[in-house]
T-cell receptor, first 113, second 111 residues
Framework: LAKTTQPISMDSYEGQEVNITCSHNNIATNDYITWYQQFPSQGPRFIIQGYKTKVTNEVASLFIPADRKSSTLSLPRVSLSDTAVYYCLVGDSYGGSQGNLIFGKGTKLSVKP | ETGVTQTPRHLVMGMTNKKSLKCEQHLGHNAMYWYKQSAKKPLELMFVYNFKEQTENNSVPSRFSPECPNSSHLFLHLHTLQPEDSALYLC??????????FGPGTRLTVL
């Protein structure tokens, strides 16, 4: 199982760009990289998923270098409502290994006014 | 609203009670999951069901008993729990992708 390592916490201010990096040195060929966001007392919410290079959606961007041993979630112009825990997960995207997703401790992002 | 609902949202029970948590998804997904999240701990995967068959049981004590009668419903039956079982219990579903859709959770308190 590919293990991930990310910072325990980060602080930012409103309007800044926030980059959270995740290390996954043992990522397998079939593994995708997925990021989730979780607010207190709620279930995690999918943010973005990628395999390699760069992926962008309306919420965030995901940068993945060629060796895929790390990834960076980029949140443009954060607001107070982006204060949450962000999880980086690595796992197989196809069928039978549904249970091999491991949520780590995540990165607690605190956005200040 | 993710399409995954959980009831009840809050539950307080004594150690000798029997209760059940319910999860329902209307997304047409074929996999459903139970997670436990204790205070200041990461999510712990408890059970996984694929096409109604249990495919993962991560050494969960027998006082937790899952049931998946069909692809849309998942239950977690609780019996003689301990105070340390107090946590947020999250249900999720997915359709053969890494993206899991989570319900709002049930906040369980065991007295």
């Amino acid at each position: 199982l590919a293990k991930t390592t990310q910072p325990i916490s980060m602080d930012s201010y409103e309007g800044q760009e926030v980059n959270i990096t995740c290390s996954h040195n043992n990522i397998a060929t079939n593994d995708y990289i997925t990021w989730y966001q979780q607010f207190p007392s709620q279930g995690p919410r999918f943010i973005i998923q990628g395999y390699k290079t760069k992926v962008t959606n309306e919420v965030a961007s995901l940068f993945i270098p060629a060796d895929r041993k790390s990834s960076t979630l980029s949140l443009p112009r954060v607001s107070l409502s982006d204060t949450a825990v962000y999880y980086c997960l690595v796992g197989d995207s196809y069928g039978g290994s549904q249970g091999n997703l491991i949520f780590g401790k995540g990165t607690k992002l605190s956005v200040k006014p | 609203e993710t399409g995954v609902t959980q009831t009840p949202r809050h539950l307080v029970m004594g150690m000798t009670n029997k209760k059940s948590l319910k999860c329902e998804q209307h997304l047409g997904h074929n996999a459903m999951y139970w997670y436990k999240q204790s205070a200041k701990k990461p999510l712990e995967l408890m059970f996984v069901y694929n096409f109604k068959e249990q495919t993962e049981n991560n050494s969960v004590p027998s006082r937790f008993s899952p049931e998946c009668p069909n692809s849309s419903h998942l239950f977690l039956h609780l019996h003689t729990l301990q105070p340390e079982d107090s946590a947020l219990y999250l249900c999720a579903s997915s359709q053969a992708t890494v993206e899991q859709f989570f319900g709002p959770g049930t906040r369980l308190t065991v007295l």
